[in-house]
């Protein structure tokens, strides 16, 4: 069982401690890819925000790892469309060093692992710090150029169409995967007509979409032979859109039944032996829900369409509490997260503004 994430091994120090008289050993307080859970009593979250912006009114994020590196999208000002994906690798001394990422198409960077840290390299890995992302070819004035990326779930939906088997060409968008100090390659599932990714975890694992002609299909890459994607779709599913994957291969993501209805899904992949098929996740009266981000720590970042109005949320499934985050902006889209309870996205004070948004979280019982 231990390569699928389902025990925990703890080693005992040598000598003794007293606690109110009585003699332990204590455990190593070391833990190795499991699931800390410190209390199953539900916290509100304290959320202060401030905007930042590798270009004001044109910037919009998607992830945030544990060391605070941004992973985002500089809002082209066309047409023609020029969307350039953009990552903020934070320097030593705690400076911003923004890049700028021009590939074939308009482009996004989705997510982004924590394989380095302010200081360096967390894990000495030759993947090192790993960002992924999209490459989107788009018909000119089919997207609001602002208001499209909001609804991270339905990013590719508008998109010219498919067909053909150019490799990355405008029938053939592809996931694009960077790693700090080198180029941009692409990625793209071999049985698709086209590739998104939208996360990575430090293992590292993707995830993101591949679309057939008619609809698009979660997958998770490596699959249990160590390569390719492994495709899956909940039961029910009409269009599956995935949002991001944790340590522990949990999968999170919306998709669409025969009635047009948007489910939230989580999917235990782990590495894909054990795996169960992904489990429909709703907001307890919501019409609607979207599920963007997962944590190492079991904090799901999502959005739900509910009678007293749309709202984001933060669910911990360890105790399975809901927590609705109060809008700071007028237009608003929050779509990352990192286990320190950080959230990024894009927040204006009109819906013709994107302006990255970052939300430091102070989790209060």
């Not at 299909?217 to 599956?240: K, L, R, W």
């Not at 919501?286 to 007293?308: K, Q, R, V």
Request: hydrophobic letters at 30%; glycine letters at 14%.
């Amino acid at each position: 069982m231990w390569p699928d994430n389902q025990r925990i091994h703890q080693f005992q120090i040598g000598g003794s401690i007293t606690v109110q008289g009585q003699p332990y050993s204590p455990i190593d307080r070391d833990i190795e890819d499991a699931t800390i859970i410190s209390s199953n009593v539900p916290k509100e979250p304290v959320l202060t925000a401030q905007q930042k912006n590798y270009v004001a009114c044109q910037t919009v994020l998607y992830g945030i790892n544990n060391y605070n590196y941004l992973a985002g999208l500089l809002v082209g000002t066309g047409p023609p469309v020029t969307d350039q994906g953009l990552l903020d690798y934070y320097t030593p001394s705690g400076g911003d060093n923004w890049n700028l990422l021009s590939l074939s198409y308009p482009n996004g960077m989705a997510s982004i692992n924590n394989l380095c840290g302010v200081n360096g390299c967390a894990y000495r890995s030759t993947i090192q710090n790993t960002a992924v992302g999209f490459e989107v070819p788009v018909p000119e004035g089919t997207l609001d150029r602002v208001t499209a990326p909001f609804h991270r779930a339905q990013r590719l939906v508008a998109r010219s169409s498919l067909g053909g088997s150019d490799y990355c060409s405008d029938d053939n968008p592809c996931g694009t995967v960077d790693v700090q100090g080198g180029q941009p390659v692409p990625f793209t599932c071999s049985q698709a007509l086209g590739t998104g990714l939208y996360g990575v975890s430090d293992d590292p694992q993707f995830v993101g979409v591949w679309y057939d002609d008619i609809t698009s299909h979660g997958f998770v890459s490596p699959d249990t032979t160590g390569q390719h994607c492994n495709s899956f779709d909940p039961v029910g599913s009409t269009q599956t859109n995935t949002g991001g994957v944790n340590g522990d291969g949990q999968v999170v993501g919306s998709f669409s039944d025969s009635n047009g209805d948007v489910h939230g899904f989580i999917y235990d992949y782990g590495n894909g032996i054990n795996s169960q098929q992904p489990i429909q996740f709703d907001i307890p009266g919501a019409t609607g829900t979207w599920l963007y981000s997962i944590s190492n720590n079991g904090w799901i970042l999502g959005f739900a369409e509910i009678p007293s109005g749309p709202t984001y949320f933060l669910y911990d499934e360890n105790s399975d509490a809901y927590v609705p985050i109060t809008s700071v902006y007028e237009s608003e889209g929050l779509y990352g997260l990192n286990d320190n309870g950080w959230i990024v996205g894009v927040g204006g004070s009109s819906p013709n503004c994107a302006n990255g948004l970052e939300l430091t979280t102070t989790l209060v019982p």
